[in-house]
Nanobody
Protein backbone atom coordinates (compact mmCIF):
# COMPACT_ATOMS: atom_id res chain seq x y z
CA UNK A 1 0.00 0.00 0.00
CA UNK A 2 1.35 3.44 -0.97
CA UNK A 3 0.88 6.39 1.32
CA UNK A 4 1.82 10.01 0.73
CA UNK A 5 2.69 12.51 3.43
CA UNK A 6 2.87 16.18 2.50
CA UNK A 7 4.39 18.96 4.62
CA UNK A 8 5.47 22.57 4.46
CA UNK A 9 2.21 24.44 4.09
CA UNK A 10 1.27 27.50 6.07
CA UNK A 11 0.00 31.05 6.02
CA UNK A 12 1.88 33.58 3.92
CA UNK A 13 1.23 37.05 2.53
CA UNK A 14 0.78 37.61 -1.18
CA UNK A 15 4.17 37.78 -2.85
CA UNK A 16 5.73 35.42 -0.32
CA UNK A 17 7.21 31.96 -0.74
CA UNK A 18 6.69 28.47 0.64
CA UNK A 19 8.36 25.12 0.02
CA UNK A 20 6.40 21.88 0.14
CA UNK A 21 7.77 18.37 0.58
CA UNK A 22 6.24 14.98 -0.08
CA UNK A 23 7.37 11.45 0.65
CA UNK A 24 5.73 8.29 -0.62
CA UNK A 25 5.98 5.27 1.65
CA UNK A 26 5.46 1.68 0.62
CA UNK A 27 7.11 -1.09 -1.32
CA UNK A 28 8.37 0.09 -4.68
CA UNK A 29 10.26 -1.73 -7.37
CA UNK A 30 11.14 1.55 -9.05
CA UNK A 31 10.53 5.27 -8.93
CA UNK A 32 7.47 6.69 -10.67
CA UNK A 33 6.37 10.01 -12.17
CA UNK A 34 5.10 12.32 -9.43
CA UNK A 35 2.95 15.41 -9.32
CA UNK A 36 1.54 18.05 -7.04
CA UNK A 37 -2.19 18.72 -7.08
CA UNK A 38 -4.33 21.26 -5.23
CA UNK A 39 -7.95 21.65 -4.27
CA UNK A 40 -9.43 25.02 -3.36
CA UNK A 41 -12.71 25.29 -1.44
CA UNK A 42 -15.65 24.54 -3.70
CA UNK A 43 -13.44 23.54 -6.62
CA UNK A 44 -12.22 20.30 -8.14
CA UNK A 45 -8.72 19.04 -7.50
CA UNK A 46 -6.35 20.17 -10.24
CA UNK A 47 -2.88 19.28 -11.41
CA UNK A 48 -0.30 21.92 -10.49
CA UNK A 49 3.01 20.44 -11.62
CA UNK A 50 4.44 17.13 -12.71
CA UNK A 51 7.95 15.67 -12.74
CA UNK A 52 8.89 12.47 -14.50
CA UNK A 53 11.30 9.84 -13.28
CA UNK A 54 13.88 11.41 -15.56
CA UNK A 55 13.31 14.93 -14.27
CA UNK A 56 11.17 16.41 -17.05
CA UNK A 57 8.72 18.94 -15.64
CA UNK A 58 5.33 20.33 -16.67
CA UNK A 59 3.28 23.09 -15.05
CA UNK A 60 -0.24 24.40 -15.08
CA UNK A 61 -0.38 27.74 -16.87
CA UNK A 62 -1.50 29.45 -13.66
CA UNK A 63 1.78 28.65 -11.86
CA UNK A 64 4.35 28.77 -14.66
CA UNK A 65 7.28 30.97 -13.78
CA UNK A 66 6.37 31.00 -10.07
CA UNK A 67 6.44 27.34 -8.96
CA UNK A 68 9.26 24.83 -9.35
CA UNK A 69 8.81 21.10 -8.91
CA UNK A 70 11.75 18.81 -8.20
CA UNK A 71 12.31 15.31 -6.97
CA UNK A 72 14.80 12.92 -5.52
CA UNK A 73 16.29 10.87 -8.37
CA UNK A 74 16.46 7.63 -6.40
CA UNK A 75 13.44 7.79 -4.13
CA UNK A 76 9.79 8.74 -4.49
CA UNK A 77 10.12 12.16 -2.89
CA UNK A 78 8.94 15.39 -4.48
CA UNK A 79 9.22 19.05 -3.66
CA UNK A 80 7.37 22.19 -4.74
CA UNK A 81 8.96 25.60 -4.36
CA UNK A 82 6.29 28.28 -4.61
CA UNK A 83 7.32 31.91 -5.13
CA UNK A 84 5.31 35.08 -5.67
CA UNK A 85 2.27 33.44 -4.14
CA UNK A 86 -1.16 34.85 -4.89
CA UNK A 87 -4.44 34.60 -2.93
CA UNK A 88 -5.79 32.32 -5.67
CA UNK A 89 -3.08 29.80 -4.78
CA UNK A 90 -4.90 29.15 -1.49
CA UNK A 91 -5.76 25.44 -1.41
CA UNK A 92 -4.90 22.10 0.11
CA UNK A 93 -1.89 20.73 -1.76
CA UNK A 94 -1.45 17.00 -2.36
CA UNK A 95 1.16 14.88 -4.05
CA UNK A 96 0.55 11.61 -5.88
CA UNK A 97 1.71 9.76 -8.92
CA UNK A 98 1.18 11.17 -12.38
CA UNK A 99 -1.46 10.07 -13.20
CA UNK A 100 -2.84 9.94 -9.65
CA UNK A 101 -3.34 6.21 -9.38
CA UNK A 102 -2.71 5.96 -5.63
CA UNK A 103 -4.83 6.96 -2.66
CA UNK A 104 -4.61 10.54 -1.44
CA UNK A 105 -2.68 11.65 1.61
CA UNK A 106 -3.90 14.28 4.08
CA UNK A 107 -2.44 17.16 2.05
CA UNK A 108 -0.99 20.36 3.42
CA UNK A 109 -2.90 23.64 3.66
CA UNK A 110 -1.52 26.71 1.90
CA UNK A 111 -3.22 30.00 2.68
CA UNK A 112 -2.18 33.21 0.94
CA UNK A 113 -3.51 36.44 2.38
CA UNK A 114 -3.92 39.58 0.30
Amino acid sequence: QVQFVESGGGLVQAGGSLGLSCVASGRFSTTFDMAWYRQAPGKQRELVARVTRGGTTNYADSVKGRFTISRDSTENRAYLQMNNLKPEDTAVYYCNGAPAFYGWGPGTQVTVSS
